[in-house]
Structures are given as C-alpha cells and as structure tokens.
Nanobody, 116 residues
C-alpha cells in the first residue's frame, strides 16, 4: 500500500522558515517525480514545486526564490524548505507524484498557517 506522510507544518510568523518533509513508500519514490502541492481555503489545490529523480526542479512563480524542494533518495523523503513566508502561503501542504498526482496517494497533508 502506497503511503505519503507529510510533516513539519504549524503556525509560523511571516518571514519564518519551516521545512516540510514527506516520507514516501519506496515503491513510488524510486522512479517518480515528486511534488509539493498546497490547498488554501476555498481554493483549488495547486502544484508548488516538483523535483525529478535526478534533481531537476520546477517552482511555481509565486514561490520562486523563497522555497526550495529537495529529495533524499536513500530515505525516500522529499523536503520543502520554505523561507520568507507570507500570509498568502497559508494552506494545507501535500506531496504526491508530479505533475500528475495520483488520487489514491493523497495523504493527510500538513497545515501551514502564516501569521502577519
């Protein structure tokens, strides 16, 4: 059974720098481009950043220069380092394959709330 478990969120002040982690089942991690998605209240879920198995990255324009995605293939874990957080970054953050997420893989996500 595939599992994706996100962690690292919480309440942070604007300008803060939390790091999110996503532990993935080896079955999908080893050969998949992985992405971080987020869903803000009353908005559609959107892809924030993604990383290939070899480390090539993609970032949504709104987070370019502030967020960094990385992966540790030995630990089957993908990270999202978030810097210079803004209130508009408030959302539930999820990981999944990218750019096409697999519906059965969605986990619980981790809530990030940015206070101004």
């Amino acid at each position: 059974q595939v599992q994706l478990v996100e962690s690292g969120g919480g309440l942070v002040q604007a300008g803060g720098s939390p790091r999110l982690s996503c532990a993935a089942s080896r079955g999908i991690f080893a050969y998949s481009r992985m992405g971080w998605y987020r869903q803000a209240p009353e908005k559609q879920r959107e892809l924030v950043a993604s990383i290939s198995t070899l480390g090539s990255t993609f970032y949504q324009t709104s987070v370019t220069g502030r967020f960094t995605i990385s992966r540790d293939n030995a630990k089957n874990t993908v990270y999202l380092q978030m810097n210079s957080l803004k209130p508009e970054d408030t959302a539930v953050y999820y990981c999944n394959t990218a750019p096409s997420p697999i519906s059965n893989y969605w986990g619980q996500g981790t809530q990030v709330t940015v206070s101004s």
